[in-house]
Nanobody, 115 residues
Framework: QVQLVESGGGSVQAGGSLRLSCAASGSIFRIGVMGWYRQAPGKQRELVADITSGGSTNYADSVKGRFTISRDNAKNTVYVQMNSLKPEDTAVYYC?????????WGQGTQVIVSS
């Protein structure tokens, strides 16, 4: 089993910044892709960004240029630095980790951006 612990959510005004962290622990041999998804009220869960073990990144168009995903393979931790936050970024953010053959999800952390 793999456990994911997220931190860093909270409330911020538009234009502000937050950094989310997600640490994986447990029966980990090799972590593949790590990423962040979000789900706003009444909407489907959507990909925010993901990053491969080699460092290749992928971003949703809505966050390009504002969010930066990174990972520390030695710590089994993935981060997302969120700058220039907008009210439409308000959502519960979930980290996800691929440890073949399974994909694991964090419990979610709330991000609220007020205008």
């Amino acid at each position: 089993q793999v456990q994911l612990v997220e931190s860093g959510g909270g409330s911020v005004q538009a234009g502000g910044s937050l950094r989310l962290s997600c640490a994986a622990s447990g029966s980990i041999f090799r972590i593949g892709v790590m990423g962040w998804y979000r789900q706003a009220p009444g909407k489907q869960r959507e990909l925010v960004a993901d990053i491969t073990s080699g460092g290749s990144t992928n971003y949703a168009d809505s966050v390009k240029g504002r969010f930066t995903i990174s990972r520390d393979n030695a710590k089994n931790t993935v981060y997302v630095q969120m700058n220039s936050l907008k009210p439409e970024d308000t959502a519960v953010y979930y980290c996800t980790v691929r440890v073949a053959p399974s994909t694991y999800w964090g419990q979610g952390t709330q991000v609220i951006v007020s205008s």
